[in-house]
């Protein structure tokens, strides 16, 4: 189904070229956006329509609109990466575009058509190309964060689907996620909280996934770690991700395995792309379940070598430890050579720097 076109309306007051050249030498994450967002309405009657660029600003929303009561929202997460020629490129949208509907269906949101998606993003791009970071080196991981989501806007108190929705995209420049770069980070295994159960909202990127997963990040806080790892709810035993990354784990013979989806884990981008790009490293990629025991079996035996997160805000990240209630994981020393191998060849990819024989990398400007 061929996009209705966006309209511009320009913002009237954009960021001096000043100001912005500032926040793009040290953007951190999330804590900056653009001059515009993209728009598009739903309504059960009309179906999609107003698609525009129009300039960033507060949302005008009736106190009573369904999204601040019932928690009704989806969202994606994904970049925009400029190249050495100053052109700017985004990463498998369609993945994404694919996710985000079904993340709508599971929350009883409209369905955004793939093509609408990705042309949100170009429609933004196409006014704000200039507050893409351009990498000053290969270890400049600089890119434009673009956070497509999908809100129910209409006015009443009662518990069914909105028939008014609103979908926006906002872009906020981003440094690398972690500032330490590569350095292992220690994770907490939550045994209090779970992050989803069967038949729950695991494989949807709500909102509400997050919210839940707030208290068990506090206590990883507490206990000095950065993320949490979440069990299955079932059973209280088989790995299944951190709340917002995926994992994966590197065998001594060369088996790279990572938790099988079965509904209750985010079906990752960069956890599906590492699949792929492992067999380009001579691995053996394996999708099951594995459990806590062969965690801690295989890391005190050395059979597992690395363990590692994997998402597209922080790309790939090595795990050093798993901190429990009463234990403590340490993964191997060592300086986990496949994640640095996989992390490079994703982000050449991605920056254009290696070529892209999958067909993975989508022009925006
Ligand atoms: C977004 C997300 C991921 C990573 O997905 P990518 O598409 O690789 O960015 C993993 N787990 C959860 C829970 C997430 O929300």
């Keep these: 189904m061929p996009t209705a076109p966006f309209d511009l309306l320009p913002s009237a007051d954009p960021t001096a070229e000043t100001i912005r050249a500032d926040i793009l030498e040290n953007p951190g994450f999330g ?40 928690g009704q929202e989806i969202f994606e997460g994904i970049k925009a990466y400029r190249h050495a020629d100053g052109s700017v490129w985004t990463f498998r949208p369609e993945k994404n575009a694919e996710r985000f509907r079904r993340s709508a269906r599971r929350l009883a949101l409209p369905e955004l058509d793939d093509e609408t998606f990705v042309e949100s993003l170009r429609a933004l791009i196409a006014q704000d190309r200039n507050w893409v970071p351009t990498p000053a080196s290969e270890a400049d991981e600089c890119s434009l964060y673009l956070r497509p989501f999908m809100i129910a806007s209409e006015k009443f108190l009662g518990v069914r689907p909105s028939q008014e929705v609103d979908y926006y995209v906002i872009a906020s420049p981003a440094a690398a996620y972690f500032k330490g770069g590569i350095a292992p980070v220690s994770i907490w295994l939550s045994s209090n ?80 792309s590492v699949l792929e790009l492992a067999r380009d490293e001579g691995l053996s990629p394996e999708e099951r379940h594995i459990s806590i025991d062969e965690w801690r079996e295989g890391a005190a035996s050395g059979e597992i070598t690395e ?31 496949i994640a640095k191998r996989l992390r490079k060849r994703l982000l050449d990819l991605q920056y254009g720097r290696a070529e892209d024989t999958r067909g993975w990398l989508v022009q925006l400007a």
């Excluded at 600003?57 to 601040?68: F, K, Q, R, S, Y």
């Excluded at 208290?215 to 059973?235: I, P, R, S, T, W």
């Excluded at 998402?311 to 403590?328: F, K, M």
């Design 31 to 70: 804590r900056y956006f653009t001059d515009h967002m993209a728009h598009v309405r739903w309504t059960n009657a009309a179906g999609w329509h107003g698609h525009q660029v129009r300039p960033y600003g507060p949302l005008t929303l009736d106190p009573a609109a369904a999204v601040l009561h019932y």
């Design 307 to 337: 363990v590692f997160a994997c998402g597209t805000a922080a790309v790939i990240t090595p795990v050093g430890e798993l901190v429990g209630e009463d234990e403590r994981i340490r993964c191997p020393e060592g300086d986990n050579p």
């Design 193 to 272: 909280y779970k992050r989803a159960a069967p038949g729950g909202t695991g494989y949807a990127k709500c909102g509400g996934n997050y919210a839940a997963s707030l208290a068990a990040q506090k206590e990883a806080e507490a206990h000095g770690c950065g993320q949490v790892a979440f069990l299955d709810a079932a059973e209280n035993k088989w790995i299944e991700e951190l709340g917002g990354m995926n994992l994966f784990f590197v065998y001594k013979d060369g088996r790279l395995v990572t938790p099988k989806l079965t509904g209750t884990i985010l079906e990752g981008v960069t956890r599906d």
